[in-house]
Structure formats: structure tokens, C-alpha cells
């Protein structure tokens, strides 16, 4: 049988950032903002798979980022939001979601990012922020 792991985040998407370089000691670090969401993603993970043994072969990633539709819109552009009609077309881009959740899962759900084979980010509009993470086997 195949190991699939879900996991819902209840929190708007961070992306990636870029690592920062100390201009002291001209050593790079991770954001913290970067650093926090990881911590949190893979915290929620070992929650939910206490004893989860990670994946050894190829893996299947699909994250669904879901976007709070903003407070200003009308009710009619809100509806075709909240439906699928519009897309969210802003930051994070798509990369750097599925890279801020994988580098998280990272040892945990799988050995290594490289085992990623198949890999598909979803933007959409929700009432609420959440994303959901769906890991399985390929």
C-alpha cells in the first residue's frame, strides 16, 4: 500500500525567501519569517504523524494555497472568487510555495526534496487562509 501523508495549515501561505547575508560577518542566514513558517508546517506535521516513517521513493507533492478573498471586494467580484472565476495572481508565487512546504517536510515526510517527481501548486480564493498539503507516493 501506499503511504500518503495530508496535512491542513491553518494560516495564509509564506513564501520562500531568499537567504540573507550578514554584512558583519558576511555569513548567510534563512529569514526569520522563512524560519517560522517551516517550524510551524513541519510542528503541525509530527502532530498529526508522531511515528511516520518518511517516504524512501518517488513522491507526488500537491499544496493548495488558499488566499483570503480581500475585505474591499464587491460582493459579485466575490462570488466569482469564491467559485474559481478569479484566481489569486499575487505573491507568493507558486515556487516559492511548493519550496517553503517541501524544505519543511524535508527529512520528515521524505527523505529528500530531490524525490520529488511530480509536483502542482493551486492558488485559490477562500473565505478563510489555509493551505493543504497532499504527499503520496508515486
Known amino acids: 500500500m501506499k503511504t500518503t501523508y495530508v496535512l491542513e495549515i491553518n494560516e495564509s ?9 550578514n554584512t558583519r560577518t558576511g555569513r548567510a542566514y534563512t529569514p526569520g519569517k522563512t524560519k ?40 459579485k467580484k466575490e462570488l466569482e472568487m469564491l467559485s474559481g472565476q478569479i484566481s489569486p495572481v499575487k505573491k507568493p508565487d507558486w515556487d516559492n510555495i511548493g519550496k517553503i512546504v517541501s524544505d519543511a517536510l524535508n527529512k520528515f515526510a521524505f527523505l529528500d526534496d530531490a524525490q520529488i517527481v511530480d509536483a502542482r501548486v493551486i492558488k485559490e480564493y477562500s473565505k478563510t487562509p489555509k493551505v493543504i498539503v497532499k504527499i503520496s507516493e508515486f
Open 13 to 21: 501561505i509564506t513564501g520562500k525567501q531568499r537567504p540573507r547575508m
Open 36 to 75: 517560522a513558517y517551516e517550524y510551524l508546517v513541519r510542528q503541525l506535521f509530527l502532530n498529526k504523524y508522531p511515528d511516520c516513517e518518511p517516504i524512501k521513493g518517488r513522491i507526488s507533492i500537491s499544496i493548495w494555497a488558499y488566499f483570503e478573498v480581500p475585505k474591499s471586494t464587491s460582493k
